[in-house]
């Protein structure tokens, strides 16, 4: 099964918005308000930032928000800060009672 | 406070089986709603999710892979084993666990890095 897909990379300037998408279908994220995001500093585990779409659990920054229309969910981080830089991986559940990720976005701050 | 840790072999050979242990504290997996995940991340790649078992020895497989792979636990020791058989130069990756409650992966171990040698 395909990863969902994900922009390979997405840039702001501190202060700026950004928005990640995270495209799949039926089968997966248009099928189910089951997605998640993740964000991954190099050599660390993933974070949870985001479940449920658009759910942020305890302690993650009001900065971070998920959305979902159809079969793309979006992320969006806002005010971007330099701590922001990392990787970040959607995850959705499907049809078939698996998970599937995206193929992940690396965020860059100018 | 939910902890996990991942073990097992650092370097394995080409057609060998790989056989992780997640060993996991502050939850039970006889708990309604938890399960244990397995999710792998090949050096400079994406995440890719591998596994579950839930508290009710439900077993979901990655479709690419699920002739390769076992899930196991040990619900008294606290642990969950990964198998993964006839293991390929291209299965070396971080393998990470994590803890999943109801729909959400919250809760990650830190990763072990599997080396497969040719």
């Known amino acids: 099964q395909a990863a969902l897909t994900q922009p390979a990379s997405v840039s702001g300037s501190p202060g700026q918005s950004i928005i990640i998408s995270c495209t799949g279908s039926?089968?997966?994220?248009?099928?189910?308000?089951?997605v998640a995001w993740y964000q991954q500093h190099p050599g660390k585990s993933p974070k949870l930032i985001i479940y449920?779409?658009?759910n942020r659990p305890s302690g993650v920054s009001r900065r971070f928000s998920g959305s979902k229309s159809g079969n793309t969910a979006s992320l969006t981080i806002s005010g971007l800060r330099a701590e922001d830089e990392a990787d970040y991986y959607c995850i959705s559940f499907t049809s078939t009672e698996t998970w599937l990720f995206g193929g992940g976005t690396k965020v860059t701050v100018l | 406070q939910v902890t996990l840790r991942e073990s097992g072999p650092a370097l394995v050979k080409h057609t060998q089986t790989l056989t992780l242990t997640c060993t996991f504290s502050g939850f039970s997996l006889s708990t309604s709603g938890m399960s244990v995940n397995w999710v792998r991340q090949p050096p400079g790649k994406a995440l890719e999710w591998l596994a579950l078992?839930?508290?009710?020895?439900?077993?979901k497989y990655s479709a690419s892979l699920e002739a390769r792979l076992t899930v196991s636990k040990d619900t008294s020791e606290n642990q969950v084993v990964l198998t993964v058989t006839n293991m390929d130069p291209v299965d070396t990756a971080t393998y990470y666990c994590?803890?999943?409650?109801?729909?959400?992966?919250?809760?990650w171990g830190q990763g072990f890095l599997v080396t497969v040698s040719s």
């Open positions: 449920d779409v658009t």
């Open positions: 994590g803890r999943m409650r109801f729909d959400t992966l919250d809760s």
């Open positions: 078992i839930d508290w009710n020895d439900k077993k």
């Open positions: 039926s089968n997966d994220v248009g099928g189910y308000n089951y």
